[in-house]
């Protein structure tokens, strides 16, 4: 027995015997839809052991998820909604329209918007809560929304009629130089820090770190450091913008962890930028699989009530499988070219449905919905997945890009529209109804109603029934008084000759941090599968990883003392394998300070090769979101990780991490630097406030730990300090140094090394310094030399490289774990007599798996090389004999004809 439409439910369809059947079936979900799963899942399984198996579908028929049966009535004023939604549709038009009119080119979106507004303008007047109210009245904290970055337009345009922005602001849109405050293109906390929170255009950055914001609420809320509230995530998604990795790389996190705090909405335009997301296919359908399979609730809003009538005249499921037969490059042409069109191409197809609309005009065709713009079924997908349980949400909305431009409606070119022609204008005031005379519609005006009208009452009721306005970001008073350094003088101490690396000391000083009774609970330890790599298999005996189950198994190792211990309020967040994902958490918990007014430390762990290289555009908008916190790369340094070769070993993190405005970097030779650093960035980001974050290199190579000499704090922070003068060598020079050399990280012992060689085996005296920030010295130089070239009449500031250098002679020989360029960008505060004193020595070129005396060697950064770069340069000041330099070569055992390691 086959069935022709098969899902479709008709009664009438199915054979006689099959009939009876679904009419038991029936008689069983009157008394309850549990019971139906019940019977459903016995015959299933009845199914497997007979032999009948129902092919595995991921996807399910193509219209709404929520039968017209299961509606409930809009509970708002529908029209007043429609005529607020259209004043703000009005306003993002007339905003970018008026921008690109008075400065070509400055860009923005208009088709974006148009698409979204229902879905936006559904969930403004009846689901986001900028608070909550609680059982007794008391405030709780609100929402939080990822908006669809582009779309910003529309969520400036509502703030405008909110009262929240002006004319000057709308004005300014896109013109943030101009002395007034301007509107940033794009949801950028950096720039509109009173008014968005998260930084959302990059595609996928704002959906994955939506998904770890979820996740980071329960944690807050599971270590008992926040209440447990109502309060959602909405992440609002392009369709286009699903392909990026990130946006479905970490869906499955949400089921996993249960995390019904979450709801997606992906506003399926079916466009993308150059053309149809996906042309020959449906993205629908698509998304609906990988969500199911990855475990959502997933929600279709396809078509408007308009199709409702349709439907319900479809009884045999023709138009049903007609619009199956449909990929979405067909929707997108019927959109576009209108209702001749598609009531001869779509519903022409079948006598049957030329029939069904024979009564419609033309127009009325061309006007039946897409799902996402019809508020009634926006709203009761809202309300499913509000009230959904168990797991996160995703409503794939149906939308039109360029909804109410006629022009451009669902057409390839869409996205690049920045303004209307005259005629264009006038329909949008037409068909939106807005009450402006013509010529304002012709010059874009922006339109604010009355006070009183009944618009603007309606809007502010809805919005003061729902917590006040949305987005707005705020600052607590304060964060919290740091450890002072003397907590850290286990540190500062030294290792008392003990072979250890910077890596098993930070992992200490986190242990011990944890136990600090003002900040311990603060720490959120990150680690993406790494911990026992740095050693911290102690830190997860004694704090636990984070588990919304606890532990549901009995670990191998319970019996040992550092068993692998989960527990519903672990405080590490091991992530697995996802350096994203990690650096989504160490995003959420980084801004935790501004969005759940709860400063969090977050120290997040990871192989150094994997940052920024990896995860470099989330970096990016981690300093945006003004996020705090410490990014520890471990394993660090191109010839320090040994073994692992090309693909692990970081010779260039210094240097990207040098690309972030906000980052401060710091590259510690010792424990004491380590420390000294780590407790300066508690004070300034939590204490004082300032906007930063920091990234600090740890390696894994053991070596005695000195302790800290006197005064060298400041030189410590600021990036160098002097660490051994020639002076502190006895031999056969005169003591006065006629080198400098400088170190950093590990390779600071190296040029120990050759300042011993040097003084030994050349009498030649070196002083050695210890760089533990170029990017900071650098930074400070260029500051510096601005102020200098904009005060030409005043006396010149020095820079702080020269301060420090000041009296210290002779050449500098700088060598780091680092590409050369990372001591290369001191090189103006660095001459002499017309020439640069730094011979920068680093590891430009791809890594090898070899051993560190072998990699130090081959990228000329051991302390053989350091003191041949220095003896090679004093002959070409004339120092000494070339000819006495090449020999010391040779003695050192440098092979001068040896490839290039920065192109081998
Ligand atoms: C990582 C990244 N790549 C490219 C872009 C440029 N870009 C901006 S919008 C857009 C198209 C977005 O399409 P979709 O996600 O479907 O959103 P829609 O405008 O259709 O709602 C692109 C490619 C970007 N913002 N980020
Ligand atoms: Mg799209």
Not at 301 to 311: E, I, T
Not at 403 to 412: I, K, L, V
Request: with cysteine; net charge negative.
């Amino acid at each position: 027995m086959t069935m022709k439409n098969e899902e479709v439910g008709a009664k009438g369809e199915f054979p006689a015997e099959v009939a009876e059947w679904v009419e038991a079936f029936d008689q069983v979900v009157a008394g309850g839809k549990a019971n139906g799963v019940e019977l459903l899942e016995a015959l299933r399984l009845r199914g497997r052991e007979s032999g009948v198996i129902l092919p595995y579908r991921l996807s399910t028929r193509f219209r709404n998820t929520i039968s017209t049966e299961e509606e409930l009535p809009y509970p708002g004023d529908m029209d007043i909604e429609r005529r607020i939604k259209s004043l703000i549709r009005w306003n993002a038009m007339a905003m970018v329209h008026g921008q690109n009119k008075k400065d070509p080119g400055i860009g923005g979106h208009i088709s974006t918007y148009a698409s979204l507004a229902t879905l936006l303008e559904v969930g403004y007047s009846h689901f986001f809560h900028a608070k909550y109210t609680g059982e007794d009245g008391q405030e709780l904290p609100g929402d939080f929304i990822y908006f669809q970055g582009h779309a910003s337009p529309g969520v400036y345009a509502r703030a405008y009629l909110e009262g929240r922005l002006t004319d000057e602001h709308l004005k300014n849109y896109r013109h943030e130089l101009r002395g007034t405050p301007g509107l940033s293109s794009y949801p950028h906390p950096w720039l509109m820090p009173e008014f968005w929170n998260f930084p959302t255009v990059s595609m996928g950055i704002g959906p994955i770190n939506a998904i770890y914001q979820a996740r980071f609420m329960r944690y807050l809320e599971n270590r008992g450091l926040i209440e447990r509230t109502p309060r959602k995530i909405w992440a609002f998604v392009g369709d286009g913008e699903t392909d990026e990795v990130e946006s479905l790389g970490a869906i499955s996190l949400g089921a996993r962890e249960k995390l019904d705090n979450l709801i997606f909405v992906i506003n399926c335009n079916l466009q993308r930028l150059d053309g149809p997301v996906r042309g020959n296919k449906r993205i629908v359908d698509e998304l609906e699989g990988v969500f199911t399979g990855a475990g959502w609730n997933v929600i279709k809003v396809l078509w408007g009530s308009d199709w409702d009538p349709l439907f319900a005249r479809d009884t045999n499921g023709l138009l049903l499988k007609r619009m199956e037969e449909c990929v979405d490059g067909d929707f997108q042409t019927y959109k576009a070219k209108g209702g001749a069109y598609s009531r001869q191409h779509f519903f022409g197809k079948y006598p049957e449905l030329l029939e069904m609309v024979k009564d419609y005009t033309d127009e009325q065709l061309t006007n039946l919905h897409r799902g996402g713009h019809d508020p009634v079924k926006v709203f009761n997908a809202y309300k499913r997945a509000v009230e959904h349980r168990g797991g996160p949400s995703v409503v794939l909305a149906m939308t039109v890009k360029g909804f109410g431009m006629a022009a451009a409606e669902s057409r390839n070119a869409t996205h690049s529209e920045k303004k209307l022609t005259d005629e264009g204008l006038a329909a949008f005031v037409k068909r939106f109804k807005i009450p402006i005379p013509e010529e304002q519609a012709l010059a874009a005006t922006p339109y604010r109603p009355p006070q009183d009208s009944p618009e603007m009452v309606y809007m502010q009721e809805r919005r003061r029934m729902l917590g006040g306005v949305m987005p707005t970001r705020s600052l607590p008073a304060a964060g919290f008084k740091a450890p002072g350094l003397d907590y850290f003088s286990e540190w500062t101490a030294g290792s008392n000759g003990r072979a250890v690396s910077t890596t098993m000391g930070f992992v200490s000083v986190l242990r011990h941090l944890l136990k600090n009774p003002e900040i311990g609970q603060r720490v959120v330890p990150i680690v993406p599968d790494e911990g026992r790599t740095f050693g911290m298999e102690s830190v997860i005996r004694q704090v636990g990883i984070y588990a919304p189950e606890g532990q549901r198994y009995t670990p191998h190792d319970k019996e040992m003392l550092l068993f692998y211990r989960e527990e519903l309020d672990g405080q590490i967040l091991e992530e697995g394998i996802t350096e994203a994902g990690a650096m989504a958490s160490f995003t959420a918990a980084g801004q935790a300070y501004s969005t759940y007014k709860m400063p969090m430390i977050p120290f997040y762990m990871y192989y150094s090769m994997f940052g920024f290289q990896r995860i470099g555009d989330l970096a990016w908008a981690f300093a945006d979101a003004r996020g705090r916190g410490f990014m520890m790369g471990g394993t660090a340094g191109r010839t320090t990780m040994l073994g692992e070769g090309l693909q692990h070993q970081d010779g260039q993190s210094h240097v990207l991490a040098s690309t972030i405005p906000t980052c401060v970097s710091y590259d510690p030779a010792f424990m004491y630097e380590m420390v000294v650093v780590l407790q300066d960035g508690i004070r300034r980001m939590y204490e004082k406030g300032d906007e930063c974050f920091y990234y600090i290199t740890m390696y894994n190579e053991d070596y005695a730990m000195p302790a800290m000499p006197e005064g060298v704090q400041e030189g410590i922070l600021r990036g160098i300090y002097k660490y051994r003068a020639a002076t502190a060598l006895a031999a056969g020079t005169n003591g006065e140094a006629t080198v400098q050399l400088f170190g950093s990280g590990p390779i600071l012992n190296e040029a120990l090394r050759a300042q011993e060689i040097l003084a030994q085996k050349f009498q030649i005296a070196a002083d050695v310094w210890s760089v533990t920030s170029y990017t900071e010295l650098r930074r400070e130089a260029i500051a510096t030399e601005r102020w200098n070239r904009l005060h030409p009449a005043e006396a010149e500031r020095k820079t702080y490289i020269e301060t420090a250098l000041a009296g210290a002679k002779g050449p500098i020989v700088a060598a780091s774990d680092y590409m050369k360029s990372l001591p290369d960008v001191l090189a103006p505060w660095l001459q002499s007599e017309g020439r640069c004193r730094l011979v920068t020595l680093g590891t430009d070129g791809f890594g090898r798996s070899d051993n560190r005396a072998h990699l130090r060697r081959h990228f000329e950064v051991n302390a053989e090389s350091i003191a041949g770069a220095a003896l090679a340069r004093l002959s070409r000041e004339g120092k000494i004999k070339g000819k006495k330099a090449q020999s010391a070569l040779v003695e050192l055992g440098i092979d001068a004809e040896a490839k290039d390691p920065a192109r081998a």
